[in-house]
């Protein structure tokens, strides 16, 4: 055959029709996907857990939670802003929700120490910058991190909106008043951060802040499970989220 | 001529002697002996494979644990224990020194194991079986984690120390 103008013609228009009735069967089958599911589908095995924080019930001064998550993971504490190391915490309410300036807030609220952890975002920007993979989100939805992986760039604690991770500058062995062989301490050159307590979920027990509260502040559970007790919580009260506006769909939530 | 047989006579002396530890199978005299006092009875996998291939099953294990979520073991005899180095390894081997230390000093290797990973002071063997349910407590959370993991009772995992009140 001969390739002049005419049969490139004839080729090329044959190619391009092919190619759109191909692609609106695949954008009629994938919007009809989104259709079906509203929420944001992380697991395939239909478990997301998340943690309702009621901010009512939560004691000025108690730091009960924030000392049974330490010593269960080998926090340790170096005494100093600078080198601290945290999975939770408090901290005020200009800090926790900067974005939500409310004016004529209620001074209660807005002088109360808000209790601070890692959010285990649907969509979260420190796992896409991970260079390494050693952040990445597991099926249940909790955005996990493989110590062994982790090679020290930070860029997951520059892409977190949420200050929740913690960079070892030392080594944190001395730093740990008692160390327990449960759960490996981290060396130097190390992230860390919350990690919802997936050891403790594995053999079926509630994350160590969640059992120890005495308030019962913390509810924790499945949010794809419509009959479940965090669900029921979200749905009798009204929440709010920390940066909502980042679309990084945080998995905490905080009655205020 | 006599170049050759020069040649050649060198070369047989050569080989005769780089290879001298093969045939002659040298074995060297402090060879370590490793420590065989354990607590259980039977080992996660065959002992001629642990010897030769530890370091793949724990790296193995380290990954089906930390990014699958798959924390247990199934041993020969059926049972589960957990896929843990100082739980479970060293909850049978207690002496981390015997066990660990006197192959890997001799062998000149320097694993980053204990770098992060905490020696137990007691080794506690964590054989988990007689599965229960426990559907007063947790109810929720744990058939969530049905689909994941079998569910332990509070009790059994209280025995077995795997549980800290």
């Known amino acids: ?256 | 001529m006599n170049e050759k047989v020069l040649i050649f006579a060198g070369l047989s002396i050569f080989l005769l002697g780089v290879t001298f530890p093969f045939w002659q199978s040298v074995e060297p005299e402090d060879f370590p002996k490793v420590a065989m006092e354990t607590k259980g009875d039977q080992c996660v996998a065959p002992a001629a494979y642990m010897r030769k291939n530890h370091m793949l099953l724990l790296n193995t294990w380290r990954d089906s644990v930390v990014r699958d979520g798959e924390r247990f073991h199934i041993m020969p005899d059926g049972s589960r224990v957990e896929k843990s180095l100082t739980k479970t390894c060293l909850g049978c081997h207690v002496s981390k020194k015997q066990f660990c230390e006197e192959c890997h000093t001799y062998a000149s290797v320097k694993p980053y194991c204990w770098e992060c990973h905490v020696v137990p002071k007691s080794g506690g063997h964590t054989e988990l079986s007689g599965i229960e349910t426990d559907e007063t407590k947790q109810k929720e959370l744990l058939n969530n984690l049905l689909a994941k993991n079998q569910q332990f009772s509070d009790e059994n995992l209280q025995s077995l120390g795997l549980k800290n009140d």
């Open chain 1, 1 to 256: 055959m001969i390739n002049n103008r005419r049969n490139f013609l004839k080729k090329s228009t044959g190619v391009i029709a092919g190619a759109g009735v191909v692609s609106s069967f695949i954008s009629k089958y994938t919007t009809g996907l989104a259709d079906a599911s509203t929420e944001k589908v992380v697991s395939k095995k239909k478990i997301r857990w998340g943690m309702v924080i009621d901010m009512k019930k939560c004691v000025d001064g108690c730091v009960k939670c924030i000392d049974a998550c330490h010593v269960k993971h080998n926090v340790p504490d170096f005494g100093n802003p600078k080198d601290e190391i945290k999975w939770i915490w408090k901290s005020d309410y200009a800090k926790v929700f900067p974005s939500k300036n409310q004016q004529y807030l209620a001074q209660e609220t807005r002088d109360k120490p808000f209790l601070s952890l890692c959010n285990h975002c649907a969509d979260p920007p420190c796992v896409k910058v991970c260079p390494t993979g050693a952040t990445f989100q597991m099926d249940d939805g909790i955005v996990e991190m493989d110590f062994h992986r982790c090679i020290g760039c930070r860029f997951c604690m520059a892409a977190c909106p949420y200050g929740s991770r913690s960079f070892n500058w030392r080594d944190p062995r001395p730093a740990i008043e008692n160390i327990t062989s449960e759960y490996p301490t981290r060396e130097s050159g190390v992230v860390e951060k919350c990690n919802f307590c997936s050891e403790r979920l594995a053999k079926g027990q509630q994350p160590a802040c969640v059992e120890t509260c005495p308030e019962k502040v913390l509810t924790f559970g499945n949010l794809y499970d419509k009959n479940s007790e965090i669900r029921k919580v979200l749905q009798e009260n009204p929440t709010i989220q920390r940066k909502p506006e980042l679309g990084t769909n945080p998995s905490v939530f905080y009655i205020t």
